[in-house]
């Protein structure tokens, strides 16, 4: 009997090893491609759904574009490949730190059991050598910036320690990860321009409400599990009201990142992409519905789509009637 158990208990753990998890693509990349003992580290960093890694990579990839549009330039090609690099880095190095804090809570939904540290298939140590080695890696590419973005890479990792214990003490955990998500915003701009300003700081603004928008979305998710859990969110704390608080809170997005496009005194070109960018997020929150999970989960990941709107927005900017265009003179 036991070792039939055993035996029963391996092959839970090597389908919950090899399984896509419940939010992953089951086309994904790194179940359909990567060496199996390499799966569970690559899922422990996200590299499995790389939604987290847009977004957040898009706000630093925006920081960049609102600094050169203010310049009439376009964005530094050197940073969109550092900034895209340092965010994979960094976005792995804080799942796998939520995953060690929230790991018993982990076990308890049914959408993270599976999860690599909450299974059991890497242990907390394991995990801590996976976090040193992407802070390590991700702090080489800090130290390549200016000093001002230098010391802005150092208070993000407040706000990133920070974040997994906000779920425990207040109802908005979704608006601390906006802060978290979105300080490469302020970062983006920093390394581009050298400084900070009120265009930045609009932009960081924006960026924070639109992912408290689309992370209460996403949390819609775990409503059931995450009262089971004890866990608070924002979908919880709004219950029926999230859709219309979502619109609430993508509408202030939408004008603070007109505001920043304002402040920074770009070209009427960036007009009618934020008025895409507007569309989008209305017709998201429009569309939510807390009783379908599966829908949540396509509305959330879309926000990738509007986070490129943005920026293209922000790269038309550059253009200015009667100036120059890119520095040509045309």
Request: hydrophobic letters at 60%.
């Amino acid at each position: 009997m036991k070792c039939a158990t055993a035996r029963a208990d391996r092959i839970d753990f090597i389908m919950t090893a090899t399984a896509p998890l419940p939010d992953a693509a089951p086309t994904n990349w790194v179940d359909r491609h990567a060496p199996a003992a390499l799966r569970p580290w690559l899922k422990l960093g996200r590299f499995d759904r790389p939604a987290g890694i847009w977004l957040l990579m898009l706000p630093g990839w925006q920081g960049i574009a609102l600094a050169a549009a203010m310049q009439l330039r376009l964005p530094d090609i050197r940073l969109i490949v550092l900034f895209a690099i340092g965010s994979a880095l960094m976005r792995a190095a804080g799942c796998a730190f939520n995953d060690i804090v929230d790991r018993d809570i982990d076990a308890k939904v049914a959408r993270t059991a599976a999860r690599p540290v909450a299974s059991g298939q890497i242990s907390v140590k394991g995990a801590l050598a996976f976090i040193a080695a992407c802070s390590l890696a991700s702090l080489a590419i800090l130290l390549s910036f200016n000093w001002v973005t230098i010391g802005l890479g150092v208070a993000s990792l407040a706000l990133v320690a920070i974040y997994p214990f906000m779920k425990r003490i207040t109802w908005w955990p979704q608006a601390w990860l906006g802060l978290t998500f979105n300080w490469g915003a302020l970062m983006g701009f920093a390394a581009a321009s050298g400084g900070i300003g009120w265009p930045a700081l609009l932009l960081y603004a924006g960026g924070v409400f639109w992912t408290l928008g689309y992370d209460t979305i996403y949390a819609v998710q775990d409503l059931e599990d995450d009262a089971l859990a004890g866990v608070k969110s924002s979908a919880r704390r709004l219950g029926a009201s999230a859709p219309r608080g979502v619109l609430a809170f993508y509408f202030l997005a939408l004008v603070l990142a007109a505001a920043a496009c304002m402040a920074g005194g770009l070209g009427p070109l960036f007009l009618p992409l934020i008025v895409v960018y507007g569309v989008h997020l209305i017709r998201q929150a429009r569309a939510l519905r807390i009783d379908n999970p599966a829908l949540a989960l396509r509305l959330f990941k879309s926000n990738r789509d509007a986070g490129l709107i943005l920026l293209a927005a922000l790269i038309a900017g550059a253009w200015e009637a009667g100036s120059a265009w890119f520095g040509l003179g045309l």
